[in-house]
């Protein structure tokens, strides 16, 4: 401002013509602004190159000693130099699989019950407090996990459903602490549900009334609204947002490994300890000793790197999908 | 069925039949929408019941700022201090992102930068803690400094996406207002659209810090090595922080240890949930009155 005050003067003695000297700097000001915006972008797009290559290079000695069968191979004793991420890939798959089968469902119908079924003041408590659900520390949930659900799932909810299940192999004999697959799928489902709920959310708002109201107006209930032509209209939405649920569920390292119990074998039962790839990098990483072992953990993260990017890619391709239809619609 | 209401108008008009069993799943698939609702907001309350609950009993003047093992102040001096440093790195950044989507770039661009911030956002943090343990830890040895490294590329997607949603609520008449008096594009973005939008990009910031306030994967594989015996200020030495000494005490099993995990859990919950509420109800009031006028 300080230049254009002491322009102002001859500006306004030659009518209104801007200064010379004041274009000039205003040249040079349009070109700064917009030259550092574009680093700054430039900088997040790099972020992500530089956080692969790092990575990458930091795993390559494992890459180059155990190849794509590290993937695979079961076995992971650090002692003797032999590593394999199959038990966490394993460990990894199964509890987000689960915690998505089970957060999913839910986090739709709180989706649901937001748009259409809350009354408006109380929609803007409810909503508010599941997205807060995010906003509590992993490590937090994973210490509540440890002291509080774990026992409780030991004591009650495991036995419960073995006697009453136990011939699906999944549900086998419970173990005493309570530590297991099982625990850590129920701790991310609470973490998934927040995420996916305030995506469908937004995305059921989205879906223009005049077709409900139309649907209501043919005698459809409620539930055939929802079924008929709230969620067709936004079907690839909803599964765009189950994967970065998905995504958020396998990179969480935290909270996986305070409750999962860092067992080291593919079981068939949920109710064993398990691992998962960002639970043994959180577990291990700061006692590894030798090069290798550090190159291993940093192969683990490549694996889940490779697999977020996809997971993210896939949410983000299907979405744009969803908006050009979303477009049509209207 | 429907000759026979047609000729008794008089009959009952309770529905029947087909109609009655339709109702009937409507009103089942209603209340288990509502359920679901209510199982999330009863896993929140008792997680932070469980938390205030069994943290109460630690919380005392000492507790929250003398040294290790009366208290904890050093590892919440550490925290504040970790996050304000990745929040001074990824807010500038941030905002110009946010600037440069919405008054430089083209659609194609922003599509394209869009989709690099969702990314960011998607990574897992314990990969961000990777890549500062390897950017930094493996050359300087552990610092707060790292841990804030990996909070900033945490934070910068956050920012940049909140920033930008304030920023497309400026009115495009205030733009053409500026434009009209011949004032140049520079000067009025950033004296008249980032004054206008600044409330909300302080807000979006908040919220961006409370989030990554509570993270721990990326700082107990940068900054763990601590013992919480002395105050540090210096970002390059290693920052004792709460969420490390949480995890750490949970490993360990010992229940005194326990103890004081519950009362550090209920500080940092405290500061995460106090801020973030805020700063969501403040978001919305200058959403409000952004897009009123």
């Known amino acids: 401002m300080s230049a254009s005050a002491s322009a102002a003067p001859r500006a306004a003695g030659r009518g209104t013509r801007v200064s010379p000297l004041r274009r000039r700097g205003d040249r040079f000001g349009d070109r700064f602004l917009l030259g550092i915006c574009l680093a700054a972008a430039l900088v997040a797009g790099g972020t992500i190159f530089l956080v692969g290559y790092q990575i990458v290079h930091g795993a390559s000695p494992a890459i180059s000693k155990f190849g794509l069968g590290f993937v695979t191979d079961t076995e992971w004793q650090p002692n003797f130099g032999v590593f394999g991420a199959g038990v966490l890939l394993f460990g990894t798959a199964v509890t987000s699989a689960f915690a998505l089968l089970l957060g999913g469902p839910i986090a739709i119908a709180i989706g649901l019950f937001l748009t259409l079924l809350a009354p408006k003041g109380v929609g803007a408590v409810i909503g508010p407090l599941v997205e807060l659900l995010a906003a509590i520390p992993s490590v937090i949930l994973g210490f509540w996990g440890l002291l509080v659900l774990a026992p409780f799932l030991q004591e009650h909810v495991e036995p419960f459903l073995h006697d009453h299940l136990g011939f699906i192999p999944i549900f086998g004999e419970p173990k005493t602490t309570g530590l297991s697959l099982f625990t850590a799928s129920l701790i991310l489902t609470i973490m998934v549900i927040p995420i996916i709920a305030s995506i469908t959310r937004d995305l059921f708002r989205s879906v223009p009334v005049e077709l409900q109201d139309g649907a209501s107006a043919l005698g459809a209930t409620r539930w055939e609204v929802v079924r008929g032509i709230i969620l067709p209209t936004t079907s690839s939405g909803v599964i765009a947002a189950c994967i970065l649920g998905l995504g958020r569920a396998l990179g969480e390292a935290i909270a996986v490994s305070q409750v999962i119990g860092a067992g080291f074998q593919i079981k068939s039962s949920l109710f064993e300890t398990g691992n998962t790839l960002a639970a043994q990098i959180a577990l291990q990483f700061p006692g590894a000793l030798t090069e290798l072992h550090k190159a291993s953990l940093y192969y683990c993260g490549v694996i889940l790197l490779v697999i977020g990017l996809t997971a993210n890619l896939l949410a983000q391709w299907i979405g744009n999908r969803f908006g050009y239809a979303g477009v049509v619609a209207r | ?293």
Request: proline fraction near 5%; aromatic fraction near 8%; glycine fraction near 10%.
């Open chain 2, 1 to 293: 069925m429907s000759a026979a209401s047609i000729s008794q108008p008089t009959g009952p008009l309770a529905p029947g039949g087909n109609l009655r069993r339709r109702q009937i799943a409507s009103r089942v698939a209603e209340l288990m929408a509502t359920a679901a609702a209510v199982l999330a907001i009863a896993a929140l309350v008792l997680v932070i019941y469980t938390v205030v609950v069994r943290g109460a009993g630690k919380i005392s003047f000492d507790f929250i700022f003398s040294t290790y093992p009366t208290g904890v102040g050093p590892m919440l001096l550490g925290t504040l201090e970790i996050a304000l440093i990745g929040t001074l790195m990824a807010m500038p950044i941030g905002v110009l992102i946010a600037l440069y989507l919405t008054e430089y770039s083209g659609a194609k661009g922003a599509r394209t930068l869009k989709l690099v911030l969702d990314l960011l956002n998607g990574l897992p943090s314990i990969i961000l803690g990777l890549f500062a343990f390897i950017a930094f830890v493996e050359y300087r040895g552990q610092s707060g400094f790292a841990g804030s490294m990996a909070l900033a590329i945490i934070e910068l997607p956050l920012i940049a996406r909140g920033s930008q949603e304030v920023l497309q609520l400026v009115p495009g008449s205030l733009r053409e207002a500026s434009d009209a008096l011949g004032i140049a594009r520079w000067r009025s973005v950033l004296t008249v659209v980032l004054p206008t939008a600044l409330g909300g990009i302080i807000t979006s910031t908040v919220l961006a810090v409370a989030r990554a306030a509570g993270e721990t994967a990326p700082l107990i594989l940068n900054s763990s090595n601590f013992d919480g015996k002395t105050f540090v200020l210096n970002p390059f030495e290693p920052m004792p922080n709460i969420p490390t000494w949480i995890y750490k005490l949970s490993e360990e099993g010992n229940p005194e240890g326990f103890n004081e995990a519950w009362g550090m859990s209920l500080i940092l919950v405290f500061i995460i949930l106090v801020s973030s509420l805020g700063a969501r109800a403040l978001l919305a009031r200058s959403t409000r009155k952004l897009s009123s006028s």
